[in-house]
C-alpha cells in the first residue's frame, strides 16, 4: 500500500503563493503520473494538475493555468505544486494522488489510493 503524505498548506490572502509537497513512499515513484486534486466544502473533488514520469507531460485543469505549476523529483519521491495568485476559490483541501498510465488520470475514480491532505485557505 503506497503512502501518500501532502504539505505545505496554510492560511494566505489573496495574490499570495503557496508551495505544496507530496511524498510517495515506495521504490517506484518515477513509474507513475503523479496528480493533484482539491476538494473545497460542500464539492466533489476535483483534478488541478498532473506530471508524467518524466515530468515532460503535464496537464492542468484550466482555472488553474498560469497561475500552478507541477513539478516532480524523483530522486525525493516527491511532487509539488507550486500555486501563485491564489484566488479565494482556491481553498479547498489538496491530495495528491498516483497512476501508471494517463487514462482517467482525470477521474477520482481511477484511484484508490489517498493521502490526508493538506488544507489551503485563500481569504479575500
Known amino acids: 500500500q503506497v503512502e501518500l503524505v501532502e504539505s505545505g498548506g496554510g492560511l494566505v490572502q489573496a495574490g499570495g503563493s503557496l508551495i505544496l509537497s507530496c511524498v510517495a513512499s515506495g521504490r517506484t515513484f518515477s513509474s507513475y503520473v503523479m496528480v493533484w486534486f482539491r476538494q473545497a466544502p460542500g464539492k466533489e473533488r476535483e483534478f488541478v494538475a498532473a506530471?508524467?514520469?518524466?515530468?515532460?507531460?503535464?496537464n492542468y485543469e484550466d482555472s488553474v493555468k498560469g497561475r500552478f505549476t507541477i513539478s516532480r523529483v524523483n530522486a525525493k519521491n516527491t511532487v509539488y505544486l507550486q500555486m501563485n495568485s491564489l484566488k479565494p476559490e482556491d481553498t479547498a483541501v489538496y491530495y495528491c494522488?498516483?497512476?501508471?498510465?494517463?487514462?482517467?488520470?482525470?477521474?477520482?475514480?481511477?484511484?484508490?489510493?489517498w493521502g490526508q491532505g493538506t488544507q489551503v485557505t485563500v481569504s479575500s
Open positions: 494522488a498516483r497512476t501508471m498510465t494517463w487514462d482517467g488520470y482525470r477521474d477520482v475514480k481511477s484511484f484508490d489510493s
Open positions: 506530471i508524467g514520469w518524466r515530468g515532460v507531460s503535464i
